[in-house]
């Protein structure tokens, strides 16, 4: 197994040090969405691997989510907010469109004054906030760098739209990322990579609120402040957008799917996980997943898996894990490091 020479001939890497998540406890079932629109549970489950989703409740926002996420993950790398260098937030449901969220939770964290920003690449967005991190630390800039994912998608669901409503959850998940020598420890990340094609903006998209489409009443009534799909465009796109990332990924490492112990696959459907999973000849094993009791939960959906399974024992440091994302854009990222 060789790392590959980009990664090997810097003086800095970029390891995880701590990782936590958070999960409302509110839950929405399929059962509840049965009496919301025309479906059932066995259609959900079938299509989707989904069972239930957790919900934000209206007191809270996404920055309290990311918050709780943030400290479990400051906790496990033994940091207070005041060792942080820098705070990257992926989301596509912000406190508010102006100031970032990350400004937000810098203050709720109660850190000093550091840079502060957020990433909106949908469900890439943590990856390719690892991925900028990984980059800041390489560069021998910070320390210790906190990237969140979080979400608070049901706010920005429209419940009249049966093929979308029954994916999106809400959620958040941490990680720090810390700098070491590159001869200190054998944890480290090994090859990046984060592309988008803006080809595709119109197949998952929420049209109005913004300079194109500002909020009129009847935007609003059309309900194109919500999220719009088209679910089979999606689903196409998503498998080649992810069997492609993999390969690249793989690629600049100089790793082979067999080098590879786990694959933490961003959890939008089952279905693309499993479609992914037979192109690339990936054993179901190694692919875990949380879907059936999250849904997808866009950037926070891989850091959530990553600490749900570093939780239960199955992820284990000095593994090769390779994690992989999709998303509106489209947009799509992997990131391969040794844990
Ligand atoms: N319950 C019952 N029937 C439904 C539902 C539902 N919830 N939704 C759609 N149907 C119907 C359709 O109306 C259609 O009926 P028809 O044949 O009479 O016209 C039939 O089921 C089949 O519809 P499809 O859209 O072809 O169903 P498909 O198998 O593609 O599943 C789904 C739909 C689940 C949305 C799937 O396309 C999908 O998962 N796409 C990817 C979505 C995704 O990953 N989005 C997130 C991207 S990540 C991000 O950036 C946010």
Same mark, same amino acid.
């Given at each position: 197994m060789n790392l590959s020479s980009e990664i090997a001939r810097t003086a800095f890497q970029a390891r995880i040090s701590g990782v936590g998540s958070y999960l409302p406890t509110i839950t929405l079932t399929n059962s509840d969405l049965e009496r919301m629109v025309d479906t059932s549970n066995e259609w959900i489950l079938e299509r989707t691997g989904i069972q239930k989703r957790h919900v934000c409740p209206s007191s809270e926002t996404t920055s309290d989510l990311a918050l709780r996420a943030a400290q479990a993950a400051l906790s496990k790398a033994q940091l =207070?907010?005041?060792?942080?260098d820098a705070i990257i937030v992926a989301t596509v449901t912000p406190d508010q469109p102006l100031p970032s969220t990350a400004c937000f939770l810098q203050a709720k964290l109660g850190c000093r004054q550091i840079m502060a920003f957020d990433v909106v690449a949908a469900c890439s967005g943590f990856l390719y906030s690892m991925n900028i991190a990984h980059d800041f630390i390489r560069a021998g800039t910070y320390r210790h760098i906190l990237v969140v994912g979080a979400e608070t998608l049901t706010r920005m669901v429209n419940y009249q739209d049966r093929q979308s409503c029954i994916l999106f959850g809400d959620g958040a998940g941490a990680v720090v990322i810390s700098k070491t020598q590159s001869?200190?420890?054998?944890?480290?990340?090994?090859s990046s990579q984060s592309v988008s094609s803006g080809?595709?903006?119109?197949?998952?998209?929420?049209?109005?609120?913004? =300079?194109?489409f500002p909020v009129t009443i009847e935007r609003l009534e059309a309900r194109q402040n919500l999220i719009e799909m088209q679910g089979r465009e999606v689903f196409k796109s998503a498998v080649q957008f992810l069997r492609d990332t993999c390969l690249e990924a793989l690629n600049k490492a100089g790793?082979?799917?067999?080098?590879?112990?786990?694959f933490l696959i961003h959890q939008a459907n089952l279905r693309i996980i499993e479609a992914v999973a037979k192109q690339l000849k990936?054993?179901?094993?190694k692919i875990p997943s949380n879907i059936r009791e999250v849904g997808n939960t866009s950037s926070a959906s891989i850091p959530i898996l990553m600490s749900e399974k570093i939780e239960d024992g199955t992820l284990q440091r000095g593994q090769v894990i390779l994690m992989a994302a999709f998303g509106a854009g489209l947009t799509s990222a992997a990131t391969i490091l040794r844990y």
């Open positions: =207070s907010p005041q060792d942080l001869s200190e420890s054998s944890s480290c990340i090994m080809a595709f903006t119109d197949i998952l998209q929420v049209s109005a609120g913004a =300079s194109r790793l082979t799917v067999e080098d590879v112990d786990w990936i054993p179901i094993e």
